[in-house]
């Protein structure tokens, strides 16, 4: 792998959610004390780094960004300057946000709540010349399940996931084979609101001593502890996960 730096930068602005939802990894691994938010001084670190070099952006993770007391501050810093900003959202707080969240590529409402619709209809009506995309999400066996094809005037895409982290056994759903190299690895780096790095997504677990605090994303994403990782794929913890295709495992409508 030559490349200096990942295709996709996940960062976590927090780690703090409004929902409590039963298929959520966080009950298992984000306890209340070590809920926080990313500094501007490091927000401010990050994209200057991966600015205006052909990346996605993903500012979620683990919670819900738009707790962040600083979410407009730091959106505002970031929007222009990546390949697109993509987006994920309970609906909540979305209409504080409306006119800032219109302004990003990719809005993916998880459909938990009522909130769900009111800000899907929200964001289908204000946006301009079908930006941003929107995609309406639900996890197979919620009860909002049998209700989402409701809403396929108001968004682009509806995305069914599979349940998987089940009991704390971090992205999987039991039984897949077939597995191959996961691409996570070769093209996103995931970053907490610490700092911390985790190898993906799906792997909640971050390590306080790989870390961009000191140093740089692409000083990170060829080190030796990512070289170990993909060298040693799939290792003990990669080897309990089933999402090593490029997407969440789930299906996909296009409207």
Same mark, same amino acid.
């Given at each position: 792998?030559?490349?200096?730096?990942?295709?996709?930068?996940?960062?976590?602005?927090?780690?703090?959610?409004?929902?409590?939802?039963?298929?959520?990894?966080?009950?298992?691994?984000?306890?209340?004390?070590?809920?926080?938010?990313?500094?501007?001084?490091?927000?401010y670190k990050i994209i200057d780094e991966i600015a205006d070099k052909?990346?996605?952006?993903?500012?979620?993770?683990?919670?819900? $960004? #738009?707790?962040?007391?600083?979410?407009?501050?730091?959106? +505002?810093? &970031? *929007?222009?300057?990546? !390949?697109?900003?993509?987006?994920?959202?309970?609906?909540?707080?979305?209409?504080?946000?409306?006119?800032?969240?219109? $302004? #990003?590529?990719?809005?993916?409402?998880?459909?938990?709540? +009522?909130? &769900? *619709?009111?800000?899907? !209809?929200?964001?289908?009506?204000?946006?301009k010349h079908n930006k941003p995309e929107l995609q309406i999400s639900?996890?197979?066996?919620?009860?909002?399940?049998?209700?989402?094809?409701?809403? +396929?005037?108001?968004?682009?895409?509806?995305?069914?996931y599979e349940q998987h982290s089940l009991g704390g056994s971090l992205?999987?759903?039991?039984?897949?084979?077939?597995?191959?190299?996961?691409?996570?690895?070769?093209?996103?780096?995931?970053?907490?609101?610490?700092?911390?790095?985790?190898?993906?997504?799906?792997?909640?677990?971050?390590?306080?001593?790989?870390?961009?605090?000191?140093?740089?994303?692409?000083?990170?994403?060829?080190?030796?502890?990512?070289?170990?990782?993909?060298?040693?794929?799939?290792?003990?913890?990669?080897?309990?996960?089933?999402?090593?295709?490029?997407?969440?495992?789930?299906?996909?409508?296009?409207?």
């Amino acid at each position: 792998m030559n490349k200096l730096l990942p295709n996709r930068v996940t960062i976590e602005l927090t780690n703090d959610c409004n929902l409590n939802c039963f298929m959520c990894p966080r009950r298992f691994w984000v306890p209340q004390a070590h809920i926080g938010y990313m500094n501007l001084h490091l927000w401010y670190k990050i994209i200057d780094e991966i600015a205006d070099k052909d990346i996605t952006l993903v500012p979620f993770w683990r919670g819900c $960004s #738009l707790l962040h007391p600083e979410f407009e501050t730091m959106m +505002k810093y &970031a *929007i222009g300057k990546f !390949k697109q900003i993509q987006f994920a959202t309970n609906g909540i707080l979305v209409p504080e946000y409306l006119q800032l969240l219109l $302004s #990003l590529d990719f809005i993916s409402v998880s459909y938990h709540t +009522k909130d &769900a *619709i009111k800000a899907i !209809k929200l964001l289908s009506k204000n946006r301009k010349h079908n930006k941003p995309e929107l995609q309406i999400s639900v996890v197979k066996g919620e009860a909002t399940e049998h209700k989402i094809d409701k809403l +396929k005037q108001y968004t682009d895409t509806i995305r069914i996931y599979e349940q998987h982290s089940l009991g704390g056994s971090l992205g999987s759903i039991g039984g897949r084979t077939g597995r191959t190299f996961c691409q996570k690895l070769l093209n996103d780096i995931v970053i907490d609101w610490q700092g911390n790095i985790s190898r993906c997504c799906h792997s909640w677990v971050t390590r306080d001593d790989w870390n961009i605090r000191d140093s740089t994303i692409e000083e990170k994403w060829s080190n030796s502890i990512y070289k170990n990782i993909r060298t040693n794929y799939p290792d003990e913890v990669c080897i309990v996960c089933d999402q090593w295709s490029d997407f969440t495992i789930g299906s996909t409508e296009k409207i």
